[in-house]
Structures are given as structure tokens and as C-alpha cells.
């Protein structure tokens, strides 16, 4: 268990909740518990783990594999990579003991520098990370009664779409750069992350701590390679809000305008997550994200069935590209979410 004194609202966990928190929603149960299940978690915590997913765990390993390699290399080595970055996290000047790299598979460029082995290992995981997304969304769509199911998962299979994988190595804390208390130095600190959905995975290095909403207190939880932690965007909570996405290659015609409504896609009905990560531990810790986010162009806006005159639009609509510049423009910790609410 994770405690002490580091940031501005550390209360120890309790854990028994990070166990009801991480017990973890199976894939392969009945669909519809299923559902229930994602929608419940996506609307208490914005966060849930899901076991038996169907990734092979060897496009887990080789990826992971390939993400320590890489770290392995001298540090001069490693800033030759343009989206290589240590210490500074974003532009806004937040710091975290953490060395990444950032991939963007639609952006051939991200991927060219790299060998043929780790370009074929980050290609395999995204793809099926991809796919346990989608599998998400669509059923996080039929649980909040949207009828297109494939509405937010579209976003996610569209060519454009502005999705990432962030690998985040944490490595072990020399006794001389831990914090005064000796208990944990921040390693990534609080924030929500603004896209639609993340799927997170970490090996068995403990380290991500969940802030419950409006309870002031990190929770720890406990890592488990097997399984994926899913959070919840910033752009879903807005958009289980005003919701109605077409999507030209999933249509196979030709659509003039795009009418992507993600509210902050549930209009406010989920809630994204706010987490950080810390490094308490002798061991490296590694985490793999990947960050399902909307095309830039894309109008986030709530689906129709999700906005009634008692629950008007929390938030007003924007494009994806708006909402990113404001993410990267603030520190990782503001409510940028707040920005964008309607004024009505
Ligand atoms: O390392 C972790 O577990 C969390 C990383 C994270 O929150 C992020 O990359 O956005
Ligand atoms: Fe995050």
C-alpha cells in the first residue's frame, strides 16, 4: 500500500476499495452484465479493470519487451527520437521522475526512425488495444441507450483519428532523489486524461493511484499485468452528453458534414478519471497507454438521447483540435473540462 506526503490531498487508500475498485470486469461474462457493469463503473469512478480481454498476452509481452529495450538505451541515444521526452511532462512546466515516448500510429513519421521489430510490436499491441477499446465503447453506447452503437468507437476506427500510445517508464528511485518523507517522489502527477478512453496497462510494479470524485482521497491500485485499466476521457464524460457521430469509412459514403457530438460525449453522465502515478519502488516500473481520441476535426458534442430538458448540455460544442490546444496550453492538473461548459 501506497501512503504518505507527497501533493495536496494524500490520504492513505483503503483497501478494501481499491479491491471492489480493481476487481475487474470480465470480458467473458453475459454481455449485458457486461455492460451494466462498464456503465456503472464509468459513472461512479470514470475507471474500472477489465480481466480476460482476448489480447494475447505475447503482443503484451513483446511490446513491453521492446518498451524496456528502448529504455535500456544510453540517454543520448534515446533524445535522438523526436517524441522521446524525460522529466517535463507537456509544455506548461509540470515535472515527473519519468522518462516516455509518445507513437502516433496514423502519423507514419512517429513510427520511421524506429527498427522494424519495435515498429511491428507497437503496431500489433495498438491494434488490439484498439480493439478492446471499441469493444468498450459500443457497449458503453448501448448502456447509456444510444442507438449507434458503433458511434464513439467510429472515432476510434477512423483513419484520422488522433490516437496515441504514451510508454512511461518510471525507473527505480536512487535513495538520494526520494522525497523527505522516504515514501514516494510523484512520478506522473494528477490529471484526467482529455481524450475519449485509455487503456492502461502496467507490469507488476505498484504506482497508479485514483482520486475518487469529490472524496479528496488517492486511492493505490494494485497492479495486474494480466488485466487493463480503462479511464474514462475527458471528451466521453462531455460526450454521454450530445452524441450523434457518422463516420465517412464506416458509412462507405460520402458524408459533407461530420457530425460528431462527444460531450463531453455523455454529457457529464460518466466522469473521467483523475489519477497520477508515483515512484515507491526499487523496481522500474512500465506503463503502456493508449489514448483512443477523436479525429481533430471531430464536434464533440453529447448524443440527442442524452440531453432532456432536465439534464440540458452541460457543455458547449468544440472540435477535438479546440479542446487539445486548451489541454496542452494548461498544467496538467487544471479542470480544463470546466472551460467548455455551456453558460446557460
Ligand atoms: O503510469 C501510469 O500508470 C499512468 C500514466 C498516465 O496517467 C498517462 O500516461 O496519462
Ligand atoms: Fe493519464
Redesign the pocket.
Known amino acids: 500500500m501506497v501512503g504518505g506526503g507527497c501533493g495536496r490531498c494524500v490520504v492513505e487508500g483503503d483497501q478494501e476499495e481499491v479491491i471492489r475498485i480493481g476487481g475487474g470486469v470480465d470480458m467473458r461474462k453475459e454481455r449485458k452484465l457486461v455492460v451494466e457493469e462498464i456503465v456503472r463503473a464509468s459513472e461512479e469512478y470514470g475507471f474500472f479493470k477489465v480481466v480476460n480481454h482476448g489480447v494475447s498476452p505475447h503482443i503484451i509481452s513483446n511490446m513491453e519487451e521492446a518498451a524496456f529495450s528502448f529504455f535500456s538505451q544510453p540517454f543520448p541515444s534515446k533524445t535522438a527520437f523526436p517524441t522521446y521526452g524525460s522529466n517535463n511532462i507537456g509544455f506548461s512546466g509540470d515535472l515527473g521522475h519519468l522518462e516516455y515516448l509518445i507513437l502516433h500510429p496514423t502519423h507514419y513519421s512517429s513510427l520511421f526512425h524506429y527498427p522494424s521489430n519495435f515498429r511491428s510490436s507497437v503496431n500489433e499491441y495498438i491494434k488490439a488495444v484498439r480493439e478492446v477499446a471499441c469493444e468498450i465503447l459500443e457497449m458503453m453506447a448501448e448502456g447509456v441507450g444510444v442507438p449507434n452503437t458503433w458511434a464513439f468507437s467510429a472515432l476510434l476506427r477512423d483513419h484520422d483519428s488522433d490516437s496515441l500510445l ?1 510508454l ?1 517508464h518510471y525507473p527505480p528511485l536512487l535513495p538520494s532523489h526520494s522525497s523527505p518523507s522516504n515514501s514516494y517522489n510523484l ?2 502527477g494528477e490529471h484526467s ?1 482529455p481524450q475519449i478512453i ?1 487503456i ?1 496497462r ?1 507490469n507488476d510494479v505498484h ?2 493511484q485514483i482520486s475518487l470524485p469529490d472524496k479528496g482521497l488517492w486511492l493505490p491500485v494494485s497492479p495486474d499485468p494480466s488485466a487493463f485499466f480503462v479511464n474514462v476521457g475527458d471528451v466521453l464524460q462531455f460526450q454521454c452528453s450530445n452524441y450523434c457521430g457518422f463516420h465517412r469509412s464506416v458509412l462507405n459514403q460520402s458524408v459533407q458534414c461530420f457530425d460528431w457530438n462527444l460531450k463531453v460525449m455523455t454529457n457529464g453522465r460518466f466522469v473521467s478519471v483523475r ?1 497520477r ?1 508515483v515512484t515507491n519502488s526499487h523496481k522500474s516500473r512500465m ?1 503502456m ?1 493508449y489514448f483512443g481520441g477523436p479525429p481533430l476535426n471531430a464536434c464533440i458534442v453529447a448524443p440527442p438521447e442524452m440531453v432532456t430538458p432536465e439534464r440540458p448540455s452541460l457543455y458547449r460544442p468544440f472540435t477535438w483540435a479546440e479542446y487539445k490546444q486548451a489541454a496542452y496550453s494548461l498544467r496538467l492538473g487544471d479542470n480544463r473540462i470546466h472551460h467548455f461548459r455551456s453558460s446557460t
Do not use: I
Open positions: 504514451r512511461n512520478g506522473f486524461d485509455t492502461l502496467s504506482g497508479l489519477h502515478a506503463s497507454a
